[in-house]
């Protein structure tokens, strides 16, 4: 029962920290468009 438990716990930190990344790269991407459009 433990090992499952780490498993969840482990799945959902996984999960966050992928959309977190997720994330930043959307907000990147986005900057480096509005950004390249002014040069």
């Known amino acids: 029962m ?3 438990l780490l ?4 799945a959902a930190v996984g999960y966050v ?12 991407d986005l900057w480096a ?5 002014f040069e």
């Open 7 to 10: 498993l969840a716990a482990v």
């Open 33 to 37: 468009e509005v950004t390249d459009t």
């Open 17 to 28: 920290v992928w959309q977190k990344y997720a994330q930043d790269r959307d907000e990147r």
């Open 2 to 4: 433990k090992k499952l």
